[in-house]
Protein backbone atom coordinates (compact mmCIF):
# COMPACT_ATOMS: atom_id res chain seq x y z
CA UNK A 1 0.00 0.00 0.00
CA UNK A 2 0.97 3.70 -0.49
CA UNK A 3 1.13 6.24 1.78
CA UNK A 4 -1.59 7.58 -0.38
CA UNK A 5 -3.82 4.61 0.01
CA UNK A 6 -3.29 4.53 3.26
CA UNK A 7 -4.39 8.64 4.12
CA UNK A 8 -7.01 7.71 1.94
CA UNK A 9 -8.33 4.67 3.95
CA UNK A 10 -7.18 6.80 7.62
CA UNK A 11 -9.89 9.57 5.98
CA UNK A 12 -12.69 6.86 5.50
CA UNK A 13 -12.17 5.16 8.74
CA UNK A 14 -12.03 8.17 11.30
CA UNK A 15 -15.67 9.28 10.41
CA UNK A 16 -17.00 5.49 10.41
CA UNK A 17 -15.30 5.05 14.09
CA UNK A 18 -17.01 8.35 15.20
CA UNK A 19 -19.97 6.83 14.19
CA UNK A 20 -20.05 3.58 15.69
CA UNK A 21 -18.71 5.06 18.79
CA UNK A 22 -21.88 7.52 19.36
CA UNK A 23 -23.97 4.81 18.53
CA UNK A 24 -22.92 2.74 20.82
CA UNK A 25 -22.79 5.61 23.89
CA UNK A 26 -26.33 6.35 22.66
CA UNK A 27 -27.32 2.66 22.80
CA UNK A 28 -25.72 2.25 26.55
CA UNK A 29 -27.33 5.18 27.73
CA UNK A 30 -30.79 4.08 26.39
CA UNK A 31 -30.42 0.66 27.52
CA UNK A 32 -29.79 2.05 30.92
CA UNK A 33 -32.32 4.24 31.30
CA UNK A 34 -35.03 1.76 30.08
CA UNK A 35 -33.88 -0.84 32.86
CA UNK A 36 -36.41 -0.16 36.29
CA UNK A 37 -34.82 0.87 39.03
CA UNK A 38 -36.27 -0.53 42.09
CA UNK A 39 -36.22 2.38 45.42
CA UNK A 40 -34.14 1.58 47.90
CA UNK A 41 -35.15 0.74 51.49
CA UNK A 42 -32.35 1.46 54.33
CA UNK A 43 -32.46 -0.36 57.29
CA UNK A 44 -29.89 0.08 60.67
CA UNK A 45 -29.05 -2.86 62.48
CA UNK A 46 -26.97 -1.93 65.51
CA UNK A 47 -24.57 -4.83 67.00
CA UNK A 48 -23.45 -3.69 70.54
CA UNK A 49 -20.60 -5.34 72.81
CA UNK A 50 -22.85 -7.97 74.49
CA UNK A 51 -23.49 -8.96 70.84
CA UNK A 52 -27.38 -7.97 71.15
CA UNK A 53 -28.71 -6.75 67.75
CA UNK A 54 -31.28 -3.28 67.29
CA UNK A 55 -32.91 -3.52 63.73
CA UNK A 56 -34.38 -0.27 62.85
CA UNK A 57 -34.66 0.72 66.73
CA UNK A 58 -36.38 -2.16 67.63
CA UNK A 59 -34.61 -5.44 69.98
CA UNK A 60 -34.01 -8.42 67.76
CA UNK A 61 -32.84 -11.98 69.11
CA UNK A 62 -30.28 -13.26 67.83
CA UNK A 63 -32.48 -16.82 66.25
CA UNK A 64 -34.60 -14.11 64.54
CA UNK A 65 -32.37 -12.30 62.87
CA UNK A 66 -32.49 -13.98 59.47
CA UNK A 67 -36.56 -13.82 59.87
CA UNK A 68 -36.22 -9.97 60.58
CA UNK A 69 -33.79 -9.37 58.10
CA UNK A 70 -35.57 -11.46 54.89
CA UNK A 71 -38.90 -9.64 56.20
CA UNK A 72 -37.20 -6.04 54.82
CA UNK A 73 -37.06 -7.67 50.83
CA UNK A 74 -40.85 -8.62 51.05
CA UNK A 75 -41.43 -4.66 50.05
CA UNK A 76 -40.06 -5.69 46.19
CA UNK A 77 -37.44 -2.71 47.26
CA UNK A 78 -33.91 -2.77 46.93
CA UNK A 79 -32.74 -3.46 50.48
CA UNK A 80 -29.68 -1.25 51.95
CA UNK A 81 -28.90 -2.41 55.13
CA UNK A 82 -26.23 -0.44 57.24
CA UNK A 83 -24.55 -2.59 60.53
CA UNK A 84 -23.71 0.10 62.84
CA UNK A 85 -20.66 -1.36 64.77
CA UNK A 86 -18.26 0.37 67.53
CA UNK A 87 -14.82 -0.76 68.70
CA UNK A 88 -15.64 -2.62 71.31
CA UNK A 89 -18.41 -4.43 69.61
CA UNK A 90 -18.86 -8.56 69.56
CA UNK A 91 -17.33 -9.30 66.20
CA UNK A 92 -19.10 -12.76 66.25
CA UNK A 93 -22.14 -11.34 66.12
CA UNK A 94 -21.22 -9.09 63.40
CA UNK A 95 -19.68 -11.90 61.74
CA UNK A 96 -23.69 -13.62 62.42
CA UNK A 97 -25.06 -10.37 61.33
CA UNK A 98 -23.65 -10.77 57.95
CA UNK A 99 -23.97 -14.63 57.48
CA UNK A 100 -27.67 -13.67 58.02
CA UNK A 101 -27.59 -10.77 55.54
CA UNK A 102 -26.77 -12.93 53.03
CA UNK A 103 -28.99 -16.07 53.42
CA UNK A 104 -31.76 -13.13 53.55
CA UNK A 105 -30.53 -11.92 50.79
CA UNK A 106 -30.27 -8.49 51.46
CA UNK A 107 -28.68 -6.30 48.03
CA UNK A 108 -26.24 -3.68 49.74
CA UNK A 109 -24.65 -4.41 53.10
CA UNK A 110 -22.63 -1.09 54.46
CA UNK A 111 -20.53 -1.46 57.27
CA UNK A 112 -20.42 2.21 59.71
CA UNK A 113 -18.20 2.32 62.34
CA UNK A 114 -19.49 4.80 65.51
CA UNK A 115 -17.40 6.70 67.35
CA UNK A 116 -16.50 5.15 71.28
CA UNK A 117 -18.94 6.94 73.65
Known amino acids: M ?4 LRHE ?3 LNPLRLIVTAFAVV ?3 LSASCGESKP ?3 SALHVDSEGRYTLD ?3 VEPSNLKDALSSL ?3 G ?3 ELRIHTRANSNYQAVGRAVQAAQEARIDIVVFVEEPLK
Request: net charge positive.
Open 40 to 42: VKS
Open 10 to 12: RCW
Open 27 to 29: LSL
Open 57 to 59: GTK
Open 73 to 75: GKS
Open 77 to 79: NTV
Open 2 to 5: TQES
